[in-house]
């Protein structure tokens, strides 16, 4: 069993700054991709930022240059700082983290999700 504990997640004004965090923990043999994907009012679930396990991350457009995603092997911890906040970005960040079992076994996990409010 992997449990995934995010927080970081509150309301901020327009242009300001947050940091997400996920910790993994349980049974992980290793962790492939990590990544933050979020869902606003009405809206379906989208993915904002990926990181692989070499650390080559990828963004959607819409936060490019906002957002930077990171992570730590050791910890098995991914974090999201998000800067500039638009009210836009008012969602609820999810994480998702690909974790191996075991050697060739690899399962898809959520965390429970942190909601992130950008409004003045």
């Known amino acids: 069993q992997v449990e995934l504990v995010e927080s970081g997640g509150g309301s901020v004004q327009p242009g300001g700054s947050l940091r997400l965090s996920c910790a993994a923990s349980g049974s992980i043999f290793s962790i492939k991709a990590m990544g933050w994907y979020r869902q606003a009012p009405g809206k379906e679930r989208e993915l904002a930022a990926m990181?692989?396990?070499?650390?080559?991350?990828n963004y959607a457009d819409s936060v490019k240059g906002r957002l930077t995603i990171s992570r730590d092997n050791v910890e098995n911890t991914v974090w999201l700082q998000m800067g500039s906040l638009k009210p836009e970005d008012t969602a609820v960040y999810y994480c998702?983290?690909?974790?191996?079992?075991?050697?060739?076994?690899?399962?898809?996990?959520w965390g429970k999700g942190t909601p992130v409010t950008g409004s003045s």
């Open positions: 990181i692989s396990s070499d650390s080559s991350a």
């Open positions: 998702n983290v690909d974790v191996v079992i075991k050697a060739g076994y690899a399962m898809k996990y």
